[in-house]
């Protein structure tokens, strides 16, 4: 390599002086738009660190001549969609379930706000998809034991079902039939086999006793036929929805032992507009009437 500047006989423009096996570098200036932008960018960096917080420090850094904070920045956000929504809040903690269902904008916010709390909730017994479990009832389906309607499922959720700790609670007793000797095995048996019957699970039941057990024992809350009857929480014995099972193994623990599950009342532990959208959401489900 030799550092000889000569000018290039192709080119006519000088060469750096640099010289690699007869190979000349030639010293071509940059185009001056190119210059211009690259000045421009190191003017714009210095007013930008002087403008906003941009230079590190020991314990900090540089806060700009105008102040400014990506974080109050945020915190305004924050405040500002807060304000939005509380005025929403207050609209549905004062309008009744009616009106909130038949208010497009009061109906989105409160669906979303129940779908929330739901997952913070209920997921636990219902399921993530409200799907239920065994002994929890699903909220998709149209077989409610206390009532489907808005104000039903508000009732029940925020004074829950068999909850002691509040007087309004929903509350009925199915007896325990053989635990407590009021029937015998082979009646529990005979009982069992005309209620699978109702549900269409066995063959109709064409002998007496197992209709005049149940006439004289079941009759009085889930109706003649097996229909159920919502007034006592009494659910219907004559389709395929059961909330414990339908084989006769659990029929007939249901019987022996009853079934009297508890649900918590919410008012305890939400607030009004909670509740209410916690009874929009799950009314909105597809199973509500």
């Known amino acids: 390599m030799t550092n000889s500047n000569e000018i290039d006989e192709i080119s006519g423009t000088n060469t750096t002086g640099h ?15 190119w210059l211009y932008t690259f000045y421009i960018t190191i003017i714009w960096a210095i007013g930008y660190s002087i403008l906003y917080p941009a230079i590190p420090l020991l314990s900090g850094n540089t806060k700009g001549t105008l102040g400014y904070s990506s974080r109050g920045e945020l915190a305004d956000s924050i405040t500002a969609a807060q304000q939005g929504q509380s005025q929403l809040r207050a609209k549905i903690t004062a309008s009744s379930l009616q009106d909130i269902k038949a208010d497009p904008q009061l109906f989105s916010y409160a669906k979303a706000g129940g779908q929330a709390a739901f997952k913070v909730n209920c997921v636990q017994c ?83 006793t197992g209709a005049k057990l149940f006439k004289d024992n079941c009759a009085s809350c889930h109706g003649d036929k097996g229909a159920g009857n919502r007034d006592f929480g009494a659910p219907s014995l004559a389709d395929q929805i059961w909330l414990y099972g339908a084989d006769k193994a659990t029929i007939v ?28 959401y799950v009314h909105s489900l597809g199973g509500g009437e």
Do not use: C
């Open 126 to 208: 219902h399921g993530s998809g409200a799907e239920g479990a065994k002994g929890n009832p699903n909220l998709n389906d149209d077989d409610w034991l206390w009532g489907g309607s808005l104000d039903a499922i508000y009732q029940t959720i925020s004074h829950g079902i068999r909850f002691e700790q509040d007087d309004d609670t929903r509350t009925s007793e199915m007896p325990a039939f053989g635990r407590d000797e009021m029937l015998e095995p082979a009646q529990i048996d005979q009982l069992t086999t005309f209620v699978m019957s109702l549900a269409g699970k066995e063959q109709q039941d064409t002998s007496s």
């Open 19 to 33: 010289e690699w096996d007869g190979i000349r570098e030639l010293d071509t200036p940059m185009p001056r738009w």
């Open 253 to 280: 623990q249901s019987i022996h032992n009853s079934r009297n599950g508890v649900m918590p009342a919410w008012s305890h532990r939400l607030d009004e507009l909670t509740i209410k959208q916690l009874a929009i």
